[in-house]
């Protein structure tokens, strides 16, 4: 089910006629974490995954993906919600998660799960969440980069696994399998949903989480930079193999492909800059522009230089064009964040069948 309630634009930012959030009470500042394990390729001045083979991860496993960036035009009555630390991006991405989802980490329906994976774990952020919450159960995340942190509750742990391969563990062993935000990564969908489906345990839950890679306007604001840019990550995606932009439809695919039973979806909005009235989708918005500092070249340059073949000049343009878009306050534009979950069918049901 999707969201179709108009996000209604904050009045305050039409009261002038500069394009910038600065020039409504917006400010920006930076900070950058570093960080460097196993191998990596230089390439555009960003550090790339190379372990399993360069063609299998286009985003940078580099500070500037594992955090950049920080609290980056917030207004002066969201600024105060944010905390002093560093918010890194893909952190700050969770965040962003959390408040579309009421500070839900999931949407199925989990009853005293004992064994819960999350597939792409990246920093390990929401397996440890889950592990604070779920304080009996094992969690462990997994990822092709080792970027998470040594220190993490006792109950979650951390493998370097690629999940388009077949899978180490036990058939029918996991309550829970969460993967978010994996969609351009994957090649191979069909190989992980099987595994997915055949280490869940009958009556357990796959939840998949997708940021879509569509944008959207309702006043005619979305012919921009931002939108030219998702055109060519989608083109890049399609000439590699991957899906182009990963919509409700596909996830109720990969589910229903897999075996999964009494599918659930959810799509929510979620605007690209602090332009909504609405104080809870404004402070998401501005999380998101924060975010788009750093991902929007994270997502984009390898992408535009390997498989498109644009030299680098130009690929900077084409982000520099997309973050001059998402940071005018006279474009209001949003995406929809994806989620669906299925649960395996019980041995009795699919002995039925």
């Known amino acids: 089910m999707s969201e179709t309630i108009t996000i209604e634009v904050d009045p305050a930012l039409l009261e002038n006629d500069d394009s910038d959030y600065e020039s409504s009470g917006y400010d920006t500042s930076t900070q950058s974490l570093t960080s460097s394990i196993n191998e990596y390729v230089m390439e555009n001045g ?21 955090g950049s960036k920080k609290s980056a035009l917030q207004p002066e009555p969201i600024r105060s919600l944010i905390t002093p630390s560093p918010i890194y991006r893909l952190d700050m991405c969770h965040e962003i998660f959390l408040l579309l989802l009421n500070r839900e980490l999931h949407q199925a329906p989990l009853k005293n799960p004992q064994r819960i994976m999350d597939v792409g ?11 604070d919450k779920y304080s009996e159960a094992e969690v462990i995340g997994t990822d092709l980069s080792p970027i998470q942190p040594k220190w993490v509750p006792p109950n979650c742990r951390f493998e370097v696994d690629d999940a388009e391969q077949k899978w180490t563990h036990k058939s029918d062993s996991f ?56 055109e060519f990550l989608e083109e890049a995606m399609v000439k590699s193999g991957r899906p182009s932009s990963i919509l409700p439809e ?76 998402v940071k005018n306050k006279n474009n209001h534009m949003y995406s929809y964040y994806h989620i669906a979950y299925g649960r395996k069918p019980d041995r009795i049901e699919g002995s039925s069948k």
């Open 46 to 66: 960003r550090r790339y995954h190379s372990y399993y083979g360069t063609e299998k991860n286009p985003l940078p496993t580099d500070e500037n993906r594992i």
């Open 121 to 131: 774990t990246g920093t390990g952020i929401w397996a440890i969440d889950m592990a």
């Open 175 to 230: 309550d829970f399998i969460h993967s978010r935000c994996l969609g351009q990564a994957i090649t191979d969908w069909p190989t992980m949903m099987s595994e997915m489906y055949r280490c869940t345990k009958p009556g357990g839950y796959v939840e998949l989480s997708e940021g879509g890679g569509i944008m959207f306007s309702d006043d005619g604001t979305g012919e921009n930079g931002a939108k030219r840019y998702l």
């Open 250 to 325: 596909h996830l109720k695919g990969y589910l229903e492909g897999a075996g999964f039973v009494d599918i659930k979806i959810k799509s929510i909005k979620q605007p690209w800059g602090p332009w909504a009235k609405n104080t809870h989708l404004k402070y998401v918005g501005a999380m998101i522009l924060a975010a788009s500092e750093s991902g929007v070249s994270a997502y984009g340059m390898a992408a535009f230089t390997r498989i498109l073949g644009m030299s680098i000049q130009e690929a900077e343009r084409v982000c520099d064009e997309a973050l001059k878009a």
